[in-house]
Nanobody, 126 residues
């Protein structure tokens, strides 16, 4: 299995940027498609972005298209989420997830993902 640890969250003003990182350990990182999800208090988990095992395919949630970018570096077992033009509604706990089965494309369905990190808090102030 793979262990996932997110970092890079914090407090940022609206309009600002943050870059989240998710470091993986355990099995070969390039065997997994990766995704980012988020959950705000009182709301359901929401898909943010996903990337295929070698980065050839990406997909984004409608609310973040054009503002967020997912990327990965398989040499250092890390996936990133660059978040620009942040809005208050982006405030949430952000989770990194790994999909061991559907690896050649990027998928938004949370039930595809086998492994999850503990999450990192992102707070956007006005």
């Amino acid at each position: 299995q793979v262990q996932l640890v997110e970092s890079g969250g914090g407090l940022v003003q609206a309009g600002g940027s943050l870059r989240l990182s998710c470091a993986a350990s355990g099995r070969t990182f390039s065997n997994y498609a990766m995704g980012w999800f988020r959950q705000a208090p009182g709301k359901e988990r929401e898909f943010v972005a996903a990337i295929s095992r070698v980065g050839s395919d990406t997909v984004y949630g409608d609310s973040v298209k054009g503002r967020f970018a997912i990327s990965r570096d398989n040499a250092i077992n890390t996936v990133y989420l660059q978040m620009n033009s942040l809005k208050r509604e982006d405030t949430a706990v952000y989770y990194c997830a790994a999909d061991s089965t559907h690896v050649y494309r990027a998928y938004s369905e949370f039930f595809n993902y086998d492994y999850w990190g503990q999450g990192t808090q992102v707070t956007v102030s006005s």
